[in-house]
Antibody
Framework: QVQLVESGGGVVQPGRSLRLSCAAS????????MHWVRQAPGKGLEWVAV????????FYADSVKGRFAISRDNSKNTLYLQMDSLRAEDTAVYYC??????????WGQGTTVTVSS | EIVMTQSPATLSVSPGERATLSCRAS??????LAWYQQKPGQAPRLLIS???TRATGIPGRFSGSGSGTEFTLTISSLQSEDFAVYYC?????????FGQGTKVEIK
């Protein structure tokens, strides 16, 4: 079935790095643009980043620009989010979400990132 | 950045009643507006795209309307499974932005 499965979350100290992965199955991943969206505890949804279906373009939220990098490997059906210089305010559940045409209609279940000393 | 404002923050409705949720954009997004439903511990689920097009498998009691800066999500007769938080999102330009959500709770 159509599925996105995030992994790589965990507890990390401020200033450290973490890389999230999102494994896709059941659909043609290389034809889908992909987003990362996050949700801080008890808060609403915040868009983080997007990558075109072929990786040719990327956009970031101002809150993560210069610290986070989105990438993909279509041969592995996998999306990534490299998160550097992590801050307490980056603590959230991180979702990957895919779209053939906007808006995203395929979502993973999320992976939790906690930034704490 | 386009700011999305939802109202009310919380809506108390009895099962079987109609619920009307509003979403306002700080500038025109044409019809590039989506609605998502999120239940506790779950990922968001797409309900409506392009302001009024129901996503695959979404029941007919959900309908969306509006264009430009004013949008509405209507749930015609609330079922028990509809009590959740609803978010609007513009997909007109970057960065993509969400409203703060409307919680629909049982009255």
């Amino acid at each position: 079935q159509v599925q996105l499965v995030e992994s790589g979350g965990g507890v990390v100290q401020p200033g450290r790095s973490l890389r999230l992965s999102c494994a896709a199955s059941g659909f043609s991943f290389s034809n889908y643009g992909m987003h990362w969206v996050r949700q801080a505890p008890g808060k609403g949804l915040e868009w983080v980043a997007v990558i075109w279906y072929d990786g040719s373009d990327k956009f970031y939220a101002d809150s993560v620009k210069g610290r986070f990098a989105i990438s993909r490997d279509n041969s592995k059906n996998t999306l990534y989010l490299q998160m550097d210089s992590l801050r307490a305010e980056d603590t959230a559940v991180y979702y990957c979400a895919g779209y053939r045409r906007e808006p995203a209609d395929i979502w993973g279940q999320g992976t939790t990132v906690t930034v704490s000393s | 950045e386009i700011v999305m404002t939802q109202s009310p923050a919380t809506l108390s409705v009895s099962p079987g009643e109609r619920a009307t949720l509003s979403c306002r954009a700080s500038q025109s997004v044409s019809i590039n507006l989506a609605w998502y439903q999120q239940k506790p511990g779950q990922a968001p689920r797409l309900l409506i795209s392009l302001a009024s097009t129901r996503a695959t498998g979404i029941p007919g009691r959900f309908s969306g309307s509006g264009s430009g800066t004013e949008f509405t999500l209507t749930i015609s007769s609330l079922q028990s499974e509809d009590f959740a938080v609803y978010y609007c999102q513009q997909h007109y330009n970057w960065p993509r932005t969400f409203g703060q959500g409307t919680k629909v709770e049982i009255k």
